[in-house]
Antibody, heavy 119, light 110 residues
C-alpha cells in the first residue's frame, strides 16, 4: 500500500519561502509510470493543481505559480519537495502531495498539511 | 474561477440516484478521455473514485459510475447511502502537461 506524508512548517511569514516535503513509502518511487504531484486547497474552496515531478526529473508547474515554484526529487530518501517563494496570505491553504497516474488521475494522497501565511 | 464547471450542490434521498456534471471545453474534457472524480469528506484528503472517464479503482463500489458526452463529464451515484454525503471534484487533463480541477459539488443525502 502506497503511503504519502507531508511535512513542513505550519506557519510562514509573508515574503518568505514555503518549503514542504512528501515522504513516499510502500511503493515503487522510481516507477516511470507515476508523477509526484502537489495540490493545494484554499480554506472553504476547491482544489488547485500546483505541479508535479517525474522520476526522470521532468517537471510541470502551474502557469500561475511557475515564477515562484520549484519541485524537486530525492530518490535516495524516497521523497519529493516543494518550494514556493515570496508567499502572501493568498498562499494559505492545505497542501497535499499525491501520486499521479493514468491520465492525470491522483490515486494516492497524503493527509494534507495546513500552511498559514501570516506575520 | 475554476477551469471546469460543476454545480455547487446536489442532493438525493437514500436509494436514489444522483448525477453530478463537470463541464469544460474541447481543450480539456472534450479533448481527452482523462477525466477523474474524487470524493472528499470533511477534514479528509480526496479519494479517487473514477479515472479515465469511467474506470473504477479497486475497492470503489460499482454504485459509482462515470461517463462523458462532448465537453461534459458526469458522475452518477446510484443507490445513495448516507456515507456518500461529501464533496465531489472532477479533474481533466488539459494538454501540455496541464491538469485542471472543477470547483466541487457538495452532495447531500436527504
Amino acid at each position: 500500500q502506497v503511503q504519502l506524508q507531508e511535512s513542513g512548517p505550519g506557519l510562514v511569514k509573508p515574503s518568505q519561502t514555503l518549503s514542504l516535503t512528501c515522504a513516499v513509502s510502500g511503493g515503487s518511487f522510481s516507477s516511470g509510470s507515476h508523477y509526484w504531484t502537489w495540490i493545494r486547497q484554499h480554506p472553504v474552496k476547491g482544489l488547485e493543481w500546483i505541479g508535479y515531478i517525474h522520476y526522470s526529473g521532468s517537471t510541470y508547474y502551474s502557469p500561475t505559480l511557475k515564477s515562484r515554484l520549484t519541485i524537486s526529487l530525492d530518490t535516495s530518501r524516497n521523497q519529493f519537495s516543494l518550494k514556493l517563494t515570496s508567499v502572501t496570505a493568498a498562499d494559505t491553504a492545505v497542501y497535499y502531495c499525491a501520486r499521479g497516474c493514468c491520465g492525470g488521475a491522483l490515486d494516492y494522497w497524503g493527509q494534507g498539511t495546513l500552511v498559514t501565511v501570516s506575520s | 474561477q475554476s477551469a471546469l464547471t460543476q454545480p455547487p450542490s446536489a442532493s438525493g434521498s437514500p436509494g436514489q440516484s444522483v448525477t453530478i456534471s463537470c463541464t469544460g471545453t474541447s481543450s480539456d474534457v472534450g479533448g481527452y478521455n482523462y477525466v477523474s472524480w474524487y470524493q472528499q469528506h470533511p477534514g479528509k484528503a480526496p479519494k479517487l473514485m473514477i479515472y479515465e472517464v469511467s474506470k473504477r479503482p479497486s475497492g470503489v463500489p460499482d454504485r459509482f459510475s462515470g461517463s462523458k458526452s462532448g465537453n461534459t463529464a458526469s458522475l452518477t451515484v446510484s443507490g445513495l447511502q448516507a456515507e456518500d454525503e461529501a464533496d465531489y471534484y472532477c479533474n481533466s487533463y488539459a494538454g501540455s502537461n496541464n491538469v485542471v480541477f472543477g470547483g466541487g459539488t457538495n452532495l447531500t443525502v436527504l
